[in-house]
């Protein structure tokens, strides 16, 4: 289990003043959980992450994966960025592999195991192309291939799928929540689509910026129905859904229209 | 209901070929420029030739193209100033590439430190902005007064030459790696020298050849230079010992031959990019 505790970050502005990123931010992913973060641009939830991957220290609070405190980036917690960074002079298979080479896995294992990645993911006749000849959504689908090589305790996804058009998207939310069911990881997942975050998780967090904490937390079985069922039309199209994204919408809107008539 | 609109039409095969047709391009496009370059050599070729035979200029200050070619054949004959025309390229060959060895062993990890490590770019920083500017040609004096008129002080002072592009470009190279390229390979479990091994080094990689390539360039200058003043043998030697004797067609031979052992170069260090940097532009 990943415990975030009344973690705070301030960050030092260009002037020197600090900027309250983070405010005493308070969250528990369970095993098999499907954390999803909602929020507008600036509301801290790309900080949190950060701090979860050891990148960012945090100004107080604590934050332990399975009762160990995580101080810096490490290969139990595997991270999805928004924009790919697959490493362009390694073939698709070696950039799947890399956190197993890194680990001192043997030659045969990794390139076994990452082909086993890559059906997982869709992409095993592309093992040997280079990730400059893939489209966005196939390179992604790389990115999260060679985050789960090294077998994480969670994956941590910055808004993995912001750049990619609406149609990949929404297959590639399908895939990530196959790949979720099958590997039954922790996902803590980032996202400003509401859509996306009720279809996703099995909680969701709303953030507010300025300074970021958590406004709201929501329970969703919208995943499990899906997974189950494969069925995403039924779900995006019920009541349930509709009045979820209703609310969810007014949560985020109602803040955004507080932070702004404050200035 | 939704029309469908499909032209059957369209999946007959018409009797002419379409007119392919692509984005109109800005600049200078992808079309090769090597027929216009060829065209440009043979108009000066030329103009040469027709300046020569009507006697435009002296014929001590220009030779003809075909006496050039003839004092060519004689230098690659007989050789010229006391040695062949192999022993006068070799030489010159061997010092630059010593020289480039010596300045890409140490300027490249030096670089590569000096992205990395504060103290390493305090350190190196200032030494290397303060003589990086210098003409090599200024502390030459220098350099034969230390080391004497033999190869060591035309080597070092190509070597310092070549050193400080390469060590730049590779520090260069280093500030152009992503702080998320590195964070990813952390997040996977790499350690530091793995992080440096199979993330900073190839990201750098580029650079560090681009940053060789101005080497060989600066180095090329440098070692006619150098030769033209203190040398016994080198193309620069031999271009000096003919330009004592008026012998201007030799001197033409000389600058010839530097031409295409430059060009080799350069053809050479493309053919290395494409082979160790094909990502080079992709991402």
Known sequence: ?263 | MTDLVVDLAADCPSAAPPKLVGMREFGVGKRSTVGISVATALLILGAWQGASSLHLAPHLFLPSPSEVYAAAQSVFEDGYANATLWEHVSASLARILIAAVIAIGLGAPIGLVMGLSRWAKGIFDAPIEFYWPLPPLAYLPLMIIWLGIGEASKITLLALAMFAPVALSAQAGVRSVTQERVNAALSLGATRLQLLREVVFPSALPEILTGVRIALGVGWSTLVAAELIAATRGIGYMIMSASQFLATDVVFVGIGIIAACAFAFSFLMRAVERRFAPWKGQS
């Open chain 1, 1 to 263: 289990m990943l415990r975030v505790d009344n973690a705070s970050v301030y960050f030092a502005a260009r002037d020197g003043k600090p900027v309250h990123a983070l405010d005493r931010v308070s969250l528990d992913i369970p095993e098999r959980g499907f954390v999803v973060a909602l929020g507008t641009s600036g509301c801290g939830k790309s900080t949190l992450l950060n701090a979860m991957a050891g990148f960012l220290p945090l100004s107080s609070g604590s934050i332990t994966l399975n009762g160990h405190e995580v101080t810096a980036p490490g290969a139990e917690r595997g991270v999805v960025f928004q924009k790919d960074t697959l490493l362009p002079w390694k073939s698709v298979i070696e950039n799947v592999a890399l956190g197993l080479k890194f680990a001192g896995v043997g030659r045969k294992e990794r390139r076994a195991r990452a082909e086993e990645l890559l059906r997982l993911v869709g992409l095993q006749d592309f093992a040997d192309s280079a990730p400059y000849e893939l489209s966005g959504g196939m390179r992604q689908r790389v990115g999260i291939a060679r985050a789960l090589a090294p077998d994480p305790a969670i994956l941590l996804m910055d808004e993995p799928f912001g750049a990619l058009d609406s149609m990949t998207r929404e297959q590639m939310q399908e895939l990530l929540v196959d790949v979720w069911a099958r590997t039954g990881k922790q996902i803590f997942f980032i996202t400003h689509s509401i859509e996306e975050a009720l279809f996703l998780g099995t909680q969701l967090i709303v953030m507010s910026p300025r300074p970021g904490r958590i406004v709201a937390r929501y329970d969703l079985d919208f995943v499990n129905q899906f997974a189950r069922d494969r069925d995403a039309r039924a779900i995006k199209t019920a009541p349930a859904f509709a009045v979820l994204r209703e609310e969810a919408r007014a949560v985020v809107h109602q803040f955004e229209a507080v932070r702004s008539s404050e200035v």
